[in-house]
Nanobody, 117 residues
Framework: QVRVVESGGGLVQAGGSLRLSCAAS????????MGWYRQAPGKQRELVAV???????SYTDSVKGRFTISRDNAKNTVYLQMNSLKPDDTAVYYC???????????WGQGTQVTVSS
């Protein structure tokens, strides 16, 4: 069973930075993709950034140039460096780990990011 643990959220002023970490364990399968999603109050969960095992990345438009996703395949860990944070970035950030079949995609428990104006 895949286990996903996130860390690194917190309260920061606008313009500040935070770094989120997500570690996956419990699988011997290749982890095909690791990504970050976020959900603000009253809104749907949205993709923030995703990285494949091969290193391909994708970002939602609102974070391009400010957020950077990186990955340590040896540690099954993905990071999200968030710079120039804005109040609109306030949300619970979730990590999604997608291992190879037959292991199932697994969500982390979420970590709160709050950006004050």
């Amino acid at each position: 069973q895949v286990r996903v643990v996130e860390s690194g959220g917190g309260l920061v002023q606008a313009g500040g930075s935070l770094r989120l970490s997500c570690a996956a364990s419990g699988t011997r399968r290749t982890i095909n993709a690791m990504g970050w999603y976020r959900q603000a109050p009253g809104k749907q969960r949205e993709l923030v950034a995703v990285m494949t095992a091969g290193g391909s990345t994708s970002y939602t438009d609102s974070v391009k140039g400010r957020f950077t996703i990186s990955r340590d395949n040896a540690k099954n860990t993905v990071y999200l460096q968030m710079n120039s944070l804005k109040p609109d970035d306030t949300a619970v950030y979730y990590c999604l780990v997608t291992p190879a079949y037959p292991d199932l995609p697994t969500w982390g428990q979420g970590t709160q990011v709050t950006v004050s104006s």
